[in-house]
T-cell receptor
Framework: GAGVSQTPSNKVTEKGKYVELRCDPI?????LYWYRQSLGQGPEFLIY????????DSGLPNDRFFAVRPEGSVSTLKIQRTERGDSAVYLC????????????????FGPGTRLTVL | AQTVTQSQPEMSVQEAETVTLSCTYD???????LFWYKQPPSRQMILVIR??????QNATENRFSVNFQKAAKSFSLKISDSQLGDAAMYFC????????????FGTGTRLQVFP
């Protein structure tokens, strides 16, 4: 089976523009996570979906950031009025999320989207 | 709030030798998971090894093993018989069992492997 995929691989945009980043999780994985990794840092949590609903969005930095997962599979991270400080690698991960069944709750990561805001 | 600290920004090792990467964490919880992830230049985070806090036995995965010291809140990664392909960024991560599944990462250690 395929792993987590993310598109585009790289995105360059201008300050003030709107961007969408897409994540395709591993088939059958009910949980999906978005992280942001700034240069020289570890990934930072943004939002977690269980199925279609956002179970935890405490990591979203402000209301310019929004994410959806309408059918419980593919997710889109949306950033409005981009700022230069939004430049980072955006990582997506998915897991089966059945706690207590061995390694089924391990998070598997995609290759990320590198966002550059000029 | 939980925090994860990796105090070694860079480490280097000779091929076939052993290297240890350090990680400490801070938490008031008694049960949690700890992970080491590897991130090569391709950017994709790859799980190396995981440890459940309730298990006293240190986890091992082939050439990778951990030294988990719960009282000291220390979780180091030992790589034996280092290979050129081990060169990457290594991140230590914490996951609570009392809240959502988010991972809390350290700042990473860049491992270089010399032939």
């Amino acid at each position: 089976g395929a792993g987590v995929s993310q598109t585009p691989s790289n995105k360059v945009t201008e300050k003030g523009k709107y961007v969408e980043l897409r994540c395709d999780p591993i088939s059958g994985h009910t949980a999906l996570y978005w992280y942001r990794q700034s240069l020289g840092q570890g990934p930072e949590f943004l939002i977690y979906f269980q199925g279609t609903g956002a179970a935890d969005d405490s990591g979203l930095p402000n209301d310019r950031f929004f994410a959806v997962r309408p059918e419980g599979s593919v997710s889109t991270l949306k950033i409005q009025r981009t700022e230069r400080g939004d430049s980072a690698v955006y990582l997506c991960a998915s897991s089966l999320r059945f706690v207590g069944q061995g390694n089924t709750d391990t998070q598997y990561f995609g290759p990320g989207t590198r966002l550059t805001v000029l | 709030a939980q925090t994860v600290t990796q105090s070694q920004p860079e480490m280097s090792v000779q091929e076939a030798e052993t290297v240890t990467l350090s990680c400490t964490y801070d938490t008031s919880e008694s049960d949690y998971y700890l992970f080491w992830y590897k991130q090569p230049p391709s950017r994709q985070m790859i799980l190396v090894i995981r440890q459940e806090a309730y298990k006293q036995q240190n986890a091992t995965e082939n050439r990778f093993s951990v030294n988990f010291q719960k009282a000291a809140k220390s979780f180091s990664l030992k790589i034996s018989d280092s290979q050129l392909g081990d060169a990457a960024m290594y991140f230590c991560a914490y996951r609570s069992l009392q809240s959502t599944d988010k991972l809390i990462f350290g700042t990473g250690t860049r491992l270089q492997v010399f032939p």
